[in-house]
T-cell receptor
Framework: DTEVTQTPKHLVMGMTNKKSLKCEQH?????MYWYKQKAKKPPELMFV???????INESVPSRFSPECPNSSLLNLHLHALQPEDSALYLC??????????????FGNGTRLTVT | EDQVTQSPEALRLQEGESSSLNCSYT??????LFWYRQDPGKGPEFLFT???AGEEKEKERLKATLTKKESFLHITAPKPEDSATYLC????????????FGRGTQLTVWP
């Protein structure tokens, strides 16, 4: 079992809905990440949090809004998404300060479908 | 341009037939090379980190090696449970915290 827990596992939402993805880790890691993965493609970095502060935003559209309430939790708020945003959203954490020098530990993702 | 290329895209092996997966990188200032295994519908699972040319790591039937331009993942006497997509990722370039992932090699091992 993965030590990074993501909920929900599956989510179907309409383009006018607002929803949130949640991620939790209890490994004491200081950095947390959001990645997006389309079918048969590699993961694409979206956001990096280091010590609960946003350190990297890979020019992600504002319809994706990350939040890090504390060192163990990471949320991704979704609003007015497009069908092309349908993908597997992966959360990860690492022991370093967001530089990814140490291995990333991934959750099993949330499979998002936008209708 | 910083990038990672994996080959082959897909590989089918008979159980017990050893082979290697390739990961070529052109990432400036490489700070680490990571191998992950990903099963369908799951997140990537960490396998190895390599930090310098000449370094080798082993785990069960897998062995990862690193040169200045590429990394290899050797699979010795694979079993059907080794079937998965193997991802390589390079850490480097100008953005701290940004991993450059390859597109992966989809490995199928049949009995």
């Amino acid at each position: 079992d993965t030590e990074v827990t993501q909920t929900p596992k599956h989510l179907v939402m309409g383009m006018t809905n607002k929803k949130s993805l949640k991620c939790e880790q209890h490994m004491g890691h200081r950095a947390m990440y959001w990645y997006k993965q389309k079918a048969k493609k590699p993961p694409e970095l979206m956001f990096v949090y280091s010590y609960e502060k946003l350190s990297i935003n890979e020019s992600v559209p504002s319809r994706f809004s990350p939040e890090c309430p504390n060192s163990s939790l990471l949320n991704l708020h979704l609003h007015a998404l497009q069908p092309e945003d349908s993908a597997l959203y992966l959360c990860a954490s690492s022991q370093d300060d967001g530089t990814a020098n140490s291995p990333l530990h991934f959750g099993n993702g949330t499979r998002l479908t936008v209708t | 341009e910083d990038q990672v290329t994996q080959s082959p895209e897909a590989l089918r092996l008979q159980e017990g037939e050893s082979s290697s997966l390739n990961c070529s990188y052109t990432v400036s200032g490489l700070r680490g090379l990571f191998w992950y295994r990903q099963d369908p519908g799951k997140g990537p699972e960490f396998l190895f980190t390599l930090y310098s040319a000449g370094e080798e790591k082993e785990k069960e039937r897998l062995k990862a090696t690193l040169t200045k331009k590429e990394s290899f993942l050797h699979i010795t006497a694979p079993k059907p449970e080794d079937s998965a997509t193997y991802l390589c990722a390079a850490l480097g370039g100008s953005t701290l915290g940004r991993l450059y992932f390859g597109r992966g090699t989809q490995l199928t091992v049949w009995p």
